[in-house]
T-cell receptor, first 109, second 118 residues
Framework: KQEVTQIPAALSVPEGENLVLNCSFT??????LQWFRQDPGKGLTSLLL?????REQTSGRLNASLDKSSGRSTLYIAASQPGDSATYLC????????FGTGTSLTVIP | GAVVSQHPSWVICKSGTSVKIECRSL??????MFWYRQFPKQSLMLMAT?????????EQGVEKDKFPINHASLTLSTLTVTSAHPEDSSFYIC??????????????FGAGSRLTVL
């Protein structure tokens, strides 16, 4: 069974800082990896999808990298804003989907 | 893009009653849907995988008789919380598996259903 760990569990930064969220997984036999955002009490919003053959994906201020062989992915957020405050979840996808425990991000104005 | 609609978004019920939560894929067909549960301040936990036309596969610790799933069509999966108790109060989220142009599968999530059992 895939085990997914996200570090740090919580992060608080002042507005404008660049930050990195980490995701590690135990089973490298994945098709892709998705990063999601979850606002309190809400469903999930897909942020980025990286195919297993890719090394990174970018969308606006977000950049996600994938090192499948080592079982790691990072989400880089540039110039953080208060609206980025949310919980970020990674989900490596093989035959099933498993989620990390999430990183709760707070961006202080 | 793909849209998944979940209904109801929130429900309050008395202990002992049963509650149905619907998950619909609006503009695509989903042969596989997933049901998750999330308790406060915890991560999503997969409850079951639902395949159209066949029995759902439940994760360890999730009772199929307690949470029966009906996935009778390619656009609708229904989760029932039977004889609900306060400890069933949670946020239930469904997702549908879609395909990308490259053929790999991605997830699209519903907005979630918050269940409160009194």
């Amino acid at each position: 069974k895939q085990e997914v760990t996200q570090i740090p569990a919580a992060l608080s930064v002042p507005e404008g800082e660049n930050l990195v969220l980490n995701c590690s997984f135990t089973d490298s036999a994945i098709y892709n990896l998705q990063w999601f955002r979850q606002d309190p009490g809400k469903g999930l919003t897909s942020l980025l999808l990286i195919q297993s053959s890719q090394r990174e994906q970018t969308s606006g201020r977000l950049n996600a990298s994938l090192d499948k062989s080592s079982g790691r992915s990072t989400l880089y957020i540039a110039a953080s804003q208060p609206g980025d405050s949310a919980t970020y979840l990674c989900a490596p996808t093989g035959n099933q989907f498993y989620f990390g425990t999430g990183t709760s991000l707070t961006v202080i104005p | 893009g793909a849209v998944v609609s979940q209904h109801p978004s929130w429900v309050i019920c008395k202990s002992g009653t049963s509650v149905k939560i619907e998950c619909r894929s609006l503009d695509f067909q989903a042969t596989t849907m997933f049901w998750y549960r999330q308790f406060p301040k915890q991560s999503l936990m997969l409850m079951a995988t639902s395949n159209e036309g066949s029995k759902a596969t439940y994760e360890q610790g999730v009772e199929k008789d307690k949470f029966p799933i009906n996935h009778a069509s390619l656009t609708l999966s229904t989760l029932t919380v039977t004889s609900a108790h306060p400890e069933d109060s949670s946020f239930y989220i469904c997702s549908a598996q879609t395909g990308t142009s490259s053929g790999a599968n991605v997830l699209t999530f519903g907005a979630g259903s918050r269940l409160t059992v009194l």
